[in-house]
Structures are given as structure tokens and as C-alpha cells.
């Protein structure tokens, strides 16, 4: 299995982008009932989890993307998407995706999406 994130790039402070990230190998039976989450790491910081989505499409957010980040999934495709507005310089990062919880059958988390965001 391999979790391929795409969509990042370098942006302003207020724009937008839209992450996607494919579980690549997995199949679907195995995709859909897992509760699936999006993940940053800062420069100089622990990775963090930000968003996650329920197999019922359930949402969850840290407060601090919470009202500006949406989290969405779909199955068909065994993908997730991070729709990120009003982005601001502390969302800087490199993202990824990955299940919830992390345990030791969780798949490597790939090389996630460089986001800068620019003041």
C-alpha cells in the first residue's frame, strides 16, 4: 500500500488548495470501514493530526483549521481530500494522510504535499 498525497504548492495567505491522497494498493473492503485522517508536520515540529473523516463521513477538526479546512472522502476511488481556505503562514507544511488510530498496521505514510503559504 502506498498513500500518495498530491494537490500542494505555494500560495498566498488567504488562498486556497485542495489535497488529495490515494491509497494506492489497498482494496476497497479494506479502505472504506477505516476512519482516515490528514496529518502535517511544520518545519521543527511533530507531525499532527488535523482532520479526520469517519467511514459514515463523520468530520472532526483541530481548532485550528476548524471553519477553514473540510475534510471529505470517497471510497470509489479509495481517496480523501483536504479543501483548505483562508490559508495563513502557520499552515506551512508538508501534509499526509494516513488511518485512524496509527497502529503497527497502519501503512507508511509516503511523501505527503509540500503547502506554502506566503504572508
Known amino acids: 500500500v502506498q498513500l500518495q498525497a498530491s494537490g500542494g504548492g505555494s500560495v498566498q495567505a488567504g488562498g486556497s488548495l485542495r489535497l488529495s491522497c490515494t491509497a494506492s494498493?489497498?482494496?476497497?473492503?479494506?479502505?472504506?470501514?477505516?476512519?482516515w485522517g490528514w496529518y502535517r508536520q511544520a518545519p521543527g515540529k511533530e507531525r499532527e493530526l488535523i482532520a479526520s473523516i469517519s467511514r459514515e463521513g463523520i468530520t472532526n477538526y483541530r481548532d485550528s483549521v476548524n471553519g477553514r479546512f473540510t475534510m471529505s472522502r470517497d471510497n470509489a476511488r479509495k481517496r480523501v481530500y483536504l479543501q483548505m481556505n483562508a490559508l495563513n503562514s502557520e499552515d506551512t507544511a508538508v501534509y499526509y494522510c494516513?488511518?485512524?488510530?496509527?497502529?503497527?498496521?497502519?501503512?507508511?505514510w509516503g511523501q505527503g504535499t509540500q503547502v506554502t503559504v506566503s504572508s
Open positions: 494498493g489497498m482494496i476497497t473492503s479494506v479502505f472504506n470501514p477505516k476512519t
Open positions: 494516513n488511518v485512524l488510530p496509527l497502529g503497527d498496521d497502519a501503512p507508511d
